[in-house]
């Protein structure tokens, strides 16, 4: 299946589920509202033309004014590429879990929460690991995070 | 006479311990010397990588990567540049491609060397330590003739790469495949039929296919579990679809299994290196790209194979001369998730022979 | 006494039945120099080329640097790689844990000033001189395995020249 066809597919059968966004040069990025997630990554992983069975990778992003999750797929056996997005709020974001769906989404999950406080509803330990365990300082890759002794670079 | 018991005791193991290559820390429960229980601690090397990068222009960046996964720095160059030019579409001339193509390559190669020497010496042989890095040094040196650094390249740049090979790479070069693929032989004899080498890899640390791609584990560790996947072959980027070369796969998805198949893929890449060097064409080495590189807003995932599984970045750009959002993605991450899995109801000691088969190393998880 | 006694012998086996007379010291000191075992303490990228030292082309052993995994036999940390927030309290205890005389190599620039984590990172420890005493900075980013080789052998010397009184006093 080409990026084309993946286009086309998903505008067929996922028509209120998922949002093109404008941002796909190479790969297809999709807007996905957070209280479907689940839902929806259940059925990506479990279409027969798609097995989005492999959990790439999933990254938070402050915008400033927005949170977002992104979510890297892919498939093992039908060798496709696909992105999706959640539009978080800035404060008191609050995703599900999808390690229901991935169990490799446990860790991923837990830094999400742990670097930008996203609350992951669900979680079967979300508990402290990158920083270290008496870290009181707050969610240091928000844009706004501030301690008395970060140093930003200074510009050039 | 006070009654017999039996009692669980737990058992810290890291994050100082010389096999746990590197800061890791593992939370052994343990029932005698059987592991019922593996609670990994991460986190004693996060330096805030993503951070750095989201506050560096893209060309700054670069060497932030280098030290992303220091033990294949230029797959971590290649990954940034190349999700940088699929972001303001930029075309690399043709001899660059080559020129990263033989880097990555011999790059890959290094990495399993030192896979090769340190995994023995975690199970307690000294020797293949010693060959390992030896042979390594030669790439090094190869490394060393173009860029000028051993360990941190900074070589692939945003558009190409940043210097010419010298003359005296190619023959070198040459000389330094042919010394490997004999010095392979060795390797195998030293280690493939020892008994003890057998006894304390075969068997061990089994990992399914399905529970490897439940948790998303990539590269080598996967395929040794029969799943033949391989970004190189699969979502090929750069020039891979022009080399002619096999993906090896191993059935058992044993310890001994994943030893193998890293060396059969040193053997591949040292054919795509020939191949590469063969078909090297003349011409520029650097598209034009300004040194106040914006590209457009918008998002990219990339991702290459590397000597760890899938190496991918995740780069979101609002259009100015710093990326409003980087996020690394490292192979030994997953492939730590499902050392609690496949590590249980083991041995300590097979417990230090299942890590190092995975090959995990720290940065890659902590970035 | 008992040294007098045997002093005979002793002359016999040097050649020519010579005798050589040095202070405490210098033996103390040759000893310490010549016998540095080091403890395998690789945290980042910097590891790497401690490897490659101690593996076969530079060849550490012949300093007479022979690794140690465990700190109880080591008399100098060579602290390689990044030291975070959440590893230093380890970095302390492993230095408490070593016996005395012992010395400390601060390699590459994380552990000098942070290195390129210096600016814009929440969780790297700027520098080792505040967690535990440096005997010796190596610079570089990693330092050349000959760097390091050098860093050692200046440490020798610097242990060459230490005083048995100013040793005692610490
Ligand atoms: S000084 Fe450079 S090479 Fe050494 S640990 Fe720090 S970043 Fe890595």
């Known amino acids: ?156 | 006479m006070a009654e017999l018991r039996t009692e669980e005791f737990t058992v810290n193991m890291g994050p100082h311990h010389p096999s746990t290559h590197g800061v890791c820390r593992l939370i052994l429960t343990l029932s005698g010397e059987k592991v019922i229980k593996i609670v990994p601690v991460i986190g004693y090397l996060h330096r805030a990588l993503e951070k750095i990068c989201e506050n560096r222009t893209y060309a700054q960046c670069i060497p932030v990567m280098d030290r992303f996964e220091y033990v294949t720095a230029m797959s971590c160059e290649y990954l940034f540049s190349n999700a940088a030019e699929k972001l303001a579409e930029i075309e690399v001339p043709e001899r660059a491609e080559y020129l990263r193509v033989i880097m990555l390559e011999l790059n890959r190669i290094a990495s399993h060397l030192i896979f090769y020497g340190v995994t023995a010496m975690d199970i307690g042989a000294l020797t293949p330590f010693l060959y390992g890095l030896r042979e390594r040094e030669g790439i090094i040196d190869l490394f060393e003739m173009t860029c000028g650094q051993r360990l941190t390249y900074n070589y692939i740049r945003i558009g190409g790469v940043s210097k010419d090979i010298p003359p005296q790479f190619e023959p070198k070069c040459r000389e330094t495949i042919k010394t490997i693929r004999e010095k392979l032989n060795d390797y195998e004899g030293l280690l493939n039929e020892n008994p003890i080498w057998l006894v304390r890899n075969k068997g061990i640390g089994v990992l399914p296919a399905d529970l490897g791609i439940a948790y998303g584990v990539s590269g080598p560790v996967l395929r040794a579990s029969g799943v033949k996947y391989d970004i190189r072959k699969d979502d090929p980027y750069s020039i891979y679809d022009r080399f002619d070369f096999e993906i090896p796969t191993r059935e058992n998805g044993d310890c001994y299994d994943r030893y193998l198949l890293r060396l059969d893929e040193i053997k591949q890449s040292l054919n795509i290196v020939e191949q590469a060097l063969d078909a090297l064409p003349e011409g520029d080495i650097k598209a034009k790209v300004s040194p106040n590189f914006k590209p457009p807003a918008g998002e990219v995932y990339a991702r290459v194979e590397n000597s760890r599984g899938e190496l991918g970045v995740y780069i979101q750009s609002d259009g100015g001369k710093k990326p409003l959002r980087v996020k690394m993605r490292g192979g030994s991450f997953n492939q730590l998730q499902v050392l609690p899995e496949i590590g249980t109801d083991c041995l300590v000691a097979d417990l230090v022979a299942i890590f190092a088969s995975l090959d995990i190393i720290l940065p890659e998880v902590d970035r | 006494m008992g040294v007098i006694k045997k002093l005979p012998i002793y002359t016999e086996k040097l050649p020519g039945g010579g005798l050589i007379l040095t202070s405490l010291e210098t033996v103390i000191n040759q000893a310490q120099a010549k016998s540095l075992w080091y403890l395998l303490f690789g945290t980042a990228c910097c590891a790497i080329e401690l490897m490659c030292t101690g593996a076969s082309r530079y060849d550490f052993d012949r300093l007479g640097m022979i690794f140690r995994a465990t700190p109880r036999q080591a008399d100098l940390i060579i602290a390689a790689g990044t030291i975070t927030k959440k590893m230093a309290p380890r970095l302390r205890r492993l230095y408490d844990q070593m016996a005395e005389p012992r010395r400390v190599i601060a390699m590459g620039g994380c552990t000098i000033k942070g290195g390129p984590f210096y600016y814009d990172s929440y969780s790297v420890e700027k520098g080792i001189d505040h967690i535990v005493p440096v005997d010796m900075y190596i610079p570089g980013c990693p330092p050349r395995p000959e760097s390091l080789l050098e860093g050692c052998i200046h440490l020798q010397e610097k242990i060459k020249k230490q005083k048995l009184s100013d040793w005692q006093e610490k």
């Open chain 1, 1 to 156: 299946m080409t990026f084309d066809e993946l286009k086309e597919y998903i505008s067929a059968n996922y028509p209120d589920d998922m949002t093109l966004l404008d941002t796909g040069r190479c790969e297809p990025f999709y807007e996905v509202k957070a209280e479907k997630l689940v839902a929806v990554c259940k059925r990506l992983r479990d279409d027969e033309q798609l097995k989005f069975d492999y959990f790439c990778n999933l990254g938070g992003v402050d915008t400033g004014e927005r949170m977002e999750a992104v979510y890297s797929l892919a498939s093992y056996s039908m060798k496709l590429r696909l992105d999706l997005k959640v539009i978080l709020p800035h404060e008191n974001a609050e995703i599900d879990s999808v390690q229901e769906v991935w169990p490799a989404a446990n860790w991923y999950e837990r830094e999400l929460w742990e670097l930008y406080g996203v609350n992951v509803k669900n979680h079967n330990n979300l508990t402290r690991f990158l920083l270290p365990d008496d870290w009181d300082q707050g969610f240091p890759m928000r844009k706004d995070w501030d301690a008395p002794d970060f140093i930003r670079m200074p510009e050039l």
